[in-house]
Each structure stands twice: as C-alpha cells, then as structure tokens.
C-alpha cells in the first residue's frame, strides 16, 4: 500500500545540561572517607567522632570550588605547544594544590577554634594533610585539565559551503544560486543540475558535488540523483521500501532505499 507523508518543519529538541562529574566525584569521595573512619575506628577500636570526621573531610569539598577555578584558567591560558602545556599544567597542578591545602587547614582550624577545647593548631594540621593528601590534590588539579579540556575542545569552525557555483554553459560561465539548485542528476558523461528556472548541463561529477554543497541540504538519495531537501513538499512509499519525493513544482523523484542513511530523518 502508498502512502504519503507531507514534509514539516524539524523540530530541534532541546539538550539538559548535566551535572559535572567532578562534582559526583566529591560527593561520593566525602562520604565514603568519612564511612572509612568509622570502619577504621571499630576495626582498632578507637573513638569515632562524627564532627571531626566530617571537619577532616571537607578537605575533599575544597576540590569543587577550586576545580571550577582551576578549569577556568586552564582553558582561558591554554599553551598550543605541547612542550609548554606540560609545565604549565604541573605548575598549575602545583600551586592549586597549596592552595587547596592551605584553605583547608584554615578553615579546619577556624571551625575547631570554634567548637573544639583545646582548638587544633595550623601548623599540625597542615603538616598531616601536606603529608596524607598533597599528592593527591597534585594529581587531581594536574590531571582535570587534561581531561576537561579533552572533552570540551571547541569544535573546529563550521565548513563554509559555497552560496554560489560556477557552472559552465557552452563557452560561457554563469553563476547559480545553491539555494536555487532543486535537484542533479546523472546523464553520463554529464550531470544535469536543475534551479528554480532552468537545466543546465555540466560536467562536474555527482561525487564532487557532494563535497561541494551542503549535506545537510543536499542530500544524495539515489545513485544518480542529489536533491535540495527544502523543496521537499512530500514523500509517497513504494512496497519495497524505495519512497518518492514530490518537489514543490510538481516534479516527483525517488528516493533509493540503498541511500536510506541519507534521508530516512525526511520521514521523522
């Protein structure tokens, strides 16, 4: 049985942004350090306290704050040789790191002045974390960089299709609007390349046509046929998974099911 199906409009679905994975990374890392302090205290049978468990670990919350920083630098200052992004990374890696760790022991003992008799002094704890965590916070803020920007490298500039062809007619070149262009096709050795208001006959293959227009427009749905999708006006089935394409002149073309990767989004 035909069917025919009448072209709309796409509609572009919206992308939701998703939570960075750095953030899930912390979150999970707090509160298995501070499950590990608990299993540590049963298994040497020590005191477990809840409030200095969860003081000590929000050295790993310092890494959300600081990692948007670092992220932030990384890309804005990013050296294109690659014998100056290494330094620069480790030298970023290292510098975050103090800071990390040097933030982390104020507020440490910012909240235990507070709560804690006696407080813990700033030297001693910097000294403990310095030694536990340094290389840590040194891998995180050398290594994040190098993945961030890995999954947020700008994409390379947008090809630019010719607005215009040249097309030689006889001993004359004219130039003809892409946008004007309805559908190519084969008549060999030839191509015939049809706009709004005329068939001009060219030598150029249906191959190098491909790579000069727009694939998102001109779509290759046959072996011997390119066509402008804009003009599209509706798509008949055949019963054995060919379709034609009726233009908006009128004109019907068919659409082979062995180019169906090419224009299978027409029926959606």
């Known amino acids: 049985m035909e069917s025919s199906i009448h072209i709309t409009k796409h509609i572009k679905i919206p992308q939701i942004g998703k939570i960075p994975l750095y953030l899930i990374l912390v979150i999970i890392v707090f509160l298995f350090a501070v499950i590990q302090d608990y299993i540590y205290s049963k298994i040497k049978d020590t005191g477990f306290y809840i409030s200095e468990s969860l003081l000590y670990n929000t050295f790993w919350v310092f890494f959300i704050p600081f990692s948007i920083i670092t992220n932030r630098i990384v890309t804005s200052v990013n050296p294109k040789n690659k014998f100056h992004k290494s330094p620069y990374n480790i030298g970023i890696g ?49 290594l994040l960089p190098v993945v961030y920007n890995s999954k947020h490298t700008p994409s390379k500039a947008l090809t630019r299709y010719p607005e215009k062809l040249k097309l030689k007619v006889g001993s004359k070149t004219i130039m003809v609007l892409t946008s004007a262009i309805q559908f190519i096709s084969t008549d060999k050795p030839y191509t015939l390349v049809y706009t709004d208001d005329q068939k001009i006959l060219d030598n150029t293959s249906l191959k190098e046509y491909e790579t000069l227009l727009n694939p998102t427009i001109f779509l290759r749905v046959h ?35 062995h180019y169906r990767s090419n224009w299978h989004l027409l029926l959606h």
């Open 94 to 142: 290292i510098v975050f790191s103090l800071i990390h760790l040097i933030a982390f022991t104020a507020f440490f003992v910012f909240i235990s002045y507070l709560i804690f008799t006696p407080s813990h002094r700033f030297v001693a704890i910097f000294n403990t974390a310095f030694s536990n965590q340094f290389y840590i916070a040194l891998l995180w803020y050398v």
């Open 223 to 257: 072996r011997s046929t390119i066509i402008n999708s804009t003009y599209i006006k509706e798509l008949k089935s055949r019963s054995n998974g060919d379709y034609d394409a009726k233009l908006k002149n009128g004109q019907w073309i068919r659409l082979s099911r």
